[in-house]
């Protein structure tokens, strides 16, 4: 390899182990999203046992109510790793049925993605960024949404502590 080539190769090298080192570039891989909060900080924020995190994906965990009767009415919680893409649509929703709920003090910004069905039924998602970190927390199982909107914003907030 002549000088020329020598000098482009570390040059090349040098420039991406810089923009490598940041934190989270280059692919770093996302955090066990079961690693994130344990059985018991779910189980206090439900207000009833949950079993051990079930790992259903790569990047979504579920802690559920052991035996529930009808499981569409399940206290549970899935946390999944998201990304700043997922995050943008969560603030300007592109779906009509959703609208962005700003969620104040919770790690470096988070916002509610809030949809109706049809049938008139709300549900809330809690859409959080941490530094490069993004993630939702979801909660199942109450009727009443404020409910689930608290627990969410507990939960998010003891998952900012371990990113």
Not at 11 to 30: E, R, Y
Request: overall charge positive; charged content about 15%.
């Amino acid at each position: 390899m002549d000088s020329k080539n020598s000098f482009l190769a570390a040059v090349v090298f040098l420039f991406s182990f810089s923009i490598c080192s940041a934190p989270g570039a280059c692919g770093a891989p996302p955090p066990d999203p079961c690693s994130l909060l344990t059985q018991a900080q779910v189980s206090a924020a439900l207000g009833a046992t949950v079993e051990a995190p079930h790992l259903d994906a790569p990047k979504l965990c579920r802690w559920a109510t052991p035996k529930q009767p009808n499981p569409v009415n399940a206290r549970m919680v899935v946390l999944t790793i998201s990304s700043e893409r997922a995050f943008g649509f969560a603030k300007i929703p592109v779906v009509s049925s959703t609208k962005a709920v700003p969620a104040s003090g919770v790690c470096d910004d988070a916002v509610y993605a809030v949809s109706v069905d049809a049938s008139g039924y709300s549900t809330a998602q809690l859409h959080v960024k941490k530094g490069g970190a993004y993630f939702v927390v979801h909660v199942y199982g109450f009727p009443d949404q404020t409910k689930s909107m608290e627990i969410e914003k507990t939960l998010a907030l003891q998952t900012c502590s371990k990113l």
